[in-house]
């Protein structure tokens, strides 16, 4: 019988077994880690240091960004290193922590999204309010409130996943070690030993969810009653970008898990935790900074320090 006392590695499955494909896939990963490495860089460096940007909707961009760089570099790494040195492997352990610290960075993601959702509401909805309900106590409280969430529940999911007996093998049929695929190894129906973590999914899940889609009805019943034109788009070109990571990240999660076990195959779910674990994270930097004026002068400023001084 196979548990975590009897075998001491599983084996992830690979993206080919050619060698040169593996190492198209290694500089592949190679490109999007070091591209979402410098798009979170960057917007951590330029909101730290430019006094502009010490402001709520930055704080949590900050944030967001330390988060995007744990949940990649969590799955990423290991996957490059596997396909550069040919092997499949991962210790029980490591398979441990990389479960842990990816749902813990994943769902730390969400809680953030949707308090970032509420300083948009209370931005537009309740202007005169929003220094006395966003003052800089109050939103060190609601990120700890959000890393703390994401640490908790990352906790339940972890321990209950690995408190399952396994006798199904040690292959797990993902690139990474995913929740799902290591349940499938186990030797009863382990979706009902965890129907209390699901209950408790579903709960953070739909409520964080659910704010989030009443905060923006109210922000855009606001917006729409804003006579200037000017005025509108203003507050739409603050809302768009977390709408649309918000948007990525709900969509490529629901996606990746919810769709109908009759077209499930590696193939799709290899694919599938690529769109929701790599994609996001590496795009996110991008659609904050696109139409973001402030941002982009913060950083202008940050290359031409930089090069001034290198001269």
Not at 142 to 156: D, H, V
Not at 233 to 255: I, Y
Request: with cysteine.
């Amino acid at each position: 019988m196979f548990n975590g006392s009897s075998f001491y590695e599983f084996l992830l499955l690979p993206f080919t077994d050619t060698q040169e494909l593996q190492l198209l896939h290694f500089s592949l990963f190679l490109a999007i880690y070091l591209a979402a490495l410098l798009g979170n860089g960057l917007i951590i460096t330029a909101v730290a240091c430019d006094h502009h940007l010490h402001t709520p909707m930055y704080f949590f961009l900050l944030n967001l960004s330390l988060l995007d760089i744990g949940s990649i570099s969590t799955t990423v790494p290991k996957s490059m290193a596997n396909s550069l040195w040919d092997t499949r492997a991962i210790s029980y352990w490591g398979c441990v922590g990389q479960v842990f610290l990816f749902v813990f960075f994943m769902a730390a993601e969400y809680c953030l999204l949707t308090v970032m959702a509420y300083d948009r509401y209370v931005a537009i909805c309740k202007p005169l309010h929003y220094r006395t309900l966003m003052d800089r106590r109050a939103c060190g409280k609601k990120a700890a409130a959000a890393w703390a969430s994401g640490f908790l529940y990352s906790l339940l999911h972890t321990a209950n996943t690995f408190s399952t007996p396994l006798c199904q093998g040690n292959v797990v049929q993902q690139f990474f070690c995913e929740i799902p695929q290591i349940l499938k190894l186990s030797c009863t129906d382990a979706y009902l030993r965890e129907a209390g973590v699901i209950v408790v999914s579903i709960c953070l899940i739909w409520g964080c969810f659910v704010f989030i889609v009443v905060s923006y009805v109210q922000i855009f019943r606001a917006v729409l009653r804003i006579p200037s034109e000017q005025g509108r788009h203003k507050a739409f070109s603050m809302c768009l970008p977390h709408l649309a990571v918000v948007s990525l990240f709900v969509s490529t999660d629901a996606f990746a898990y919810l769709k109908p076990p009759s077209i499930s195959s590696s193939t799709l779910d290899l694919v599938l935790a690529v769109l929701y674990s790599v994609v996001p994270t590496t795009l996110n930097p991008l659609i904050y900074s696109m139409r973001n004026r402030e941002l982009q002068d913060a950083l202008r400023k940050m290359v031409h320090f930089v090069l001034v001084h290198q001269k």
